[in-house]
């Protein structure tokens, strides 16, 4: 499938591609790696690389501004259902492609190559790039490093197979790129950011069941200088906890008048649950968006109910 869809890449002139809301570094990564990879082989091509950025991510790359384009081509990286894009309106385009590692959800592209067995969806694109007649430079292999490496939190998840060390391996030795300076780029983050991860693992609530939570309100959000979307990152950094099998923040959003939870596992699949509240993801790291505290609590007890489940058959 990737010779289709590099052939759909040669016959389109202009190509825009997105991802989802709330973006995270794969999903960024992926759309410009993939966006610098067009234009180094393509010069000629306009290629967009498109959606709601962060602050917090400026240091990737840049993204573009969205414009109004004619027979287009679309392609949605990281993406598994259509609610889920951001800053798209499909009608405007000819043809759309979804490259996606997520477990399926619904068809909403025209070509689809999904591979949920992927760590993440730079790399697939390592694999496609690499087999493919797309160029890349160091630059670019840096960039879908550092895709996979978050979204495999840095290789330590299942979803890392002799595959991905194998394209890894490929990917350094024939573009050397700085390591270092890629974990500078992931990693580097204010001490503000330190103390509320302090405050977190001061205040978690942890069940009997090993369920661990925490409420991360706008005034806790104030009170340590950071913003949401940051604040509801820190769930990667409490894996690893003896008592606790599942944790979960519910973050609240005041920009959008919702709260943001997620949910990561080392225990029981909780994606089917996320996804019976509206959310979704993978089977061990998933994300819920409800109204407001009482519903989240709602969602926590369901939580705590599937977890004292799990505990109980094994
Ligand atoms: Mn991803």
């Known amino acids: 499938m990737f010779e289709e869809i590099y052939r759909k890449i040669v016959e389109y002139d202009v190509i825009v591609i997105a991802r989802h809301i709330g973006v995270d570094p ?6 410009l ?5 067009i234009r180094l082989t393509f010069p ?3 290629v967009l690389s498109i959606g709601t950025g962060s602050v917090k991510f400026t240091q990737m790359g840049k993204l573009d501004k969205i414009e109004n384009v004619n027979n287009a081509l679309l392609i949605v990286v990281d993406t598994p259902d259509k609610k889920r894009v951001d800053s798209v309106s499909f009608s405007q385009f000819s043809y759309s492609i979804k490259i996606d590692h997520h477990p399926f959800i619904e068809k909403f592209c025209d070509l689809e190559f ?8 730079c790399e697939i694109l390592i694999d496609f790039i690499l087999n493919s007649k797309l160029k890349c430079d160091a630059n670019i292999a840096q960039t ?5 490496v978050s979204d495999s939190n840095r290789f330590l998840f299942d979803s890392c197979t002799s595959e991905s060390f194998g394209l890894v391996s490929r990917l350094l030795n024939e573009y ?10 992931l990693y580097l983050r204010p001490i503000n950011e330190v103390r509320l991860e302090g405050y977190i693992a001061l205040n978690m609530n942890v069940t ?3 369920l661990g939570y925490i409420k991360i309100t706008n005034e806790v959000i104030n009170e340590f200088s950071v913003d949401s979307a940051s604040a509801g990152n820190m769930i990667n950094n409490f894996n690893f906890i003896k008592e606790v099998l599942v944790w979960v923040t519910m973050t609240e959003d005041l920009k959008n008048d919702q709260i943001r939870i997620s949910i990561r596992s080392r225990g029981p699949e909780i994606n089917k649950l996320a996804e019976a509240y509206g959310g979704g993801g993978h089977k061990m790291a998933a994300g819920v968006r409800v109204k407001n505290f009482d519903d989240a609590m709602k969602f926590i007890n369901d939580l705590d109910k599937l977890i004292k489940e799990y505990n109980e058959i094994v």
């Open 26 to 31: 794969d999903a960024l990564c992926s759309q």
């Open 33 to 37: 790696a993939l966006r610098d990879s």
């Open 44 to 46: 000629e091509k306009k």
């Open 114 to 121: 999904i591979k949920d067995t992927a760590s993440s969806t």
């Open 144 to 148: 879908l490093y550092m895709g996979m």
């Open 176 to 185: 050397s790129f700085s390591l270092s300076d890629a974990y500078q780029k």
């Open 208 to 210: 009997e069941n090993g």
